[in-house]
Antibody, heavy 122, light 107 residues
Framework: QVQLVQSGSELMKPGASVKVSCKAS????????MNWVRQAPGQGLEWMGW????????TYVQGFTGHFVFSLDTSVNTAYLQISSLEPEDTAVYYC???????????????WGQGTLVTVSS | QSVLTQPPSVSAAPGQEVTISCSGG?????VSWYQQFPGTAPKLLIY???KRPSEIPARFSGSKSGTSATLAITGLQTGDEANYYC???????????FGGGTKLTVL
């Protein structure tokens, strides 16, 4: 079955960097888009953007450019989210989610990772 | 501010039906719905506006009228208490958008 398994919680200092991983199994990794979604404490879901797992081309939503980077290692079916120059405002749960028929009028996210809590505090 | 508008909260008694609306965006775009329990990842409930993944009970259904989509839950159970989000690809913005989420309380 399709599974997305994310790396564990992180407690980081302001200014540091963190890399969250999302390992996929149960399907052909490069045939489906991978999305990243942020959920700040007590808030709703916020789409950060996506990465084309076939070409490696990332697309970032305005507001998530600059210190967020999406990357892949297709040899181990894993997507990564790197956040640099961490700020307390980056404290959130970050989810990866597989995209189906992505960027079409029938797009949806059918499988989600369990989420990774990143806490930024001095 | 979300392009898709949902009511912040809805409530109903066990056994009753509740509907959650999601309005905004183009009418010809399919909507999906996600259920999220506190502390857990969202789960796909409805896709392509009307379709259910095989593991989702028929108590959950989707519909749409014009630019508004609706999630209906019949035979409410206390275990349905969760946050519900709609989402769609916005072709005018060329981006994915989520609704603000609706908290369902089963009284």
């Amino acid at each position: 079955q399709v599974q997305l398994v994310q790396s564990g919680s992180e407690l980081m200092k302001p200014g540091a960097s963190v890399k969250v991983s999302c390992k996929a199994s149960g399907y052909s990794f490069t045939e489906y888009a991978m999305n990243w979604v942020r959920q700040a404490p007590g808030q709703g879901l916020e789409w950060m953007g996506w990465i084309n797992t076939n070409t490696g081309n990332p697309t970032y939503v305005q507001g998530f450019t600059g210190h967020f980077v999406f990357s892949l290692d297709t040899s181990v079916n894993t997507a990564y989210l790197q956040i640099s120059s961490l700020e307390p405002e980056d404290t959130a749960v970050y989810y990866c989610a597989r995209g189906r028929t992505w960027t079409s009028s029938a797009s949806y996210m059918d499988s989600w990772g369990q989420g990774t809590l990143v806490t930024v505090s001095s | 501010q979300s392009v898709l508008t949902q009511p912040p909260s809805v409530s109903a008694a066990p056994g009753q039906e509740v509907t959650i609306s999601c309005s905004g965006g183009s009418s010809n775009i399919d909507v999906s719905w996600y259920q999220q329990f506190p502390g857990t990842a969202p789960k796909l409930l409805i896709y392509d506006t009307y379709k259910r993944p095989s593991e989702i009970p028929a108590r959950f259904s989707g519909s749409k009228s014009g630019t508004s989509a609706t999630l209906a839950i019949t035979g409410l159970q206390t275990g349905d208490e969760a946050n519900y989000y709609c989402g769609k690809w916005d072709t005018s913005l060329d981006t994915w958008v989520f609704g603000g989420g609706t908290k369902l309380t089963v009284l």
